[in-house]
């Protein structure tokens, strides 16, 4: 239980300061865009209302969800095969550098003229911008199999799906989620980005209207929501990775209690 409060109290430490820091050096603000802290939590609860969640935050949450959910499966899958054969990989390489080095919010306007300017259009701005981390560290983690690991799985016999989850991926998983936890952070920038574009609802498009109309502290709200709302996604995902890397970790803690 001890050592559970510790890590909570190292976690919740620096927030603390932070948010302390922000409510004495804006007290006493009377600039318009730099409201006192106390002002924009006193707006907080006007502004995001169980409507305006239902509205605004359950649509971008959703898309978000669809966009990683493709970009997750499409970068495991490809990066397995390319990371598998050699000379697919040869092929492959210098059209991934290509496209990995073109940001994902420049490519908005062309998928606008694709997907039109729904719901579809925001899931493949996600999905676009997500997947280049999951493929390319699916890639690494594939190639870093252990070459002693794959040759006794051969020789028990262990080939086809056996030996791709249970040798290939498995061995692949640290790696993997790695490139998944970075695609969580890229996820939530492009959902706001692509909600600025011809939206109707969702976070972004309404950060971008409160900020058109000069409802400042509103706008504040908005931009603490976000940090919440990544906050919340990544303890969500920390807990699954735990889960599923249960046996990479305690590997881990193995490794570094033995002397």
């Known amino acids: 239980m001890r050592p559970v409060l510790l890590r909570l109290a190292f976690a919740v430490a620096l927030p603390a300061v932070l948010v302390a820091v922000w409510w004495v050096a804006s007290a006493g603000s009377t600039n318009v865009y730099w409201p006192p802290l106390r002002t924009i939590f006193g707006a ?17 949450v959703l898309r978000l969800a669809a966009g990683y959910s493709v970009a997750a499966v499409a970068g495991v899958a490809l990066g397995t095969v390319i990371g598998s054969h050699r000379r697919v990989r040869a092929v492959c390489e210098p059209v991934l550098e290509f496209l990995r080095a073109v940001p994902p919010p420049v490519l ?6 694709f997907a039109g300017i729904g719901d ?27 070459p002693v690991l794959a040759e006794t799985a051969r020789s028990y016999g262990i080939r086809g799906a056996a030996r791709l989850r249970d040798v290939v991926l498995r061995s692949a998983s640290p790696q ?22 011809a939206a109707s609802n969702g976070l972004g498009f309404t950060i971008v209207q409160f900020q058109r109309g000069f409802a400042i502290p509103d706008m504040w709200t908005g931009i603490l929501l976000l940090g919440l709302l990544g906050f919340l996604l990544s303890v969500l995902f920390r807990l699954v990775e735990r889960r599923v890397l249960g046996w990479y970790h305690g590997l881990r803690e193995a490794g570094r209690r033995s002397p």
Do not use: H, Y
């Open 44 to 60: 907080f609860p006007d502004v995001w209302t169980g409507e305006r969640l239902r509205g605004d935050v359950l649509p971008s």
């Open 108 to 113: 908005v306007p062309v998928i606008m003229l």
């Open 120 to 146: 579809t259009m925001k899931i493949v701005v996600i999905a676009s911008g997500c997947v280049w981390p999951i493929l390319l560290n699916t890639v690494e983690g594939v190639r870093a199999v252990d």
């Open 176 to 197: 993997i989620f790695a490139g998944l936890r970075q695609a969580l952070s890229i996820g939530i920038i492009l959902m706001v980005i692509s909600e600025m574009f």
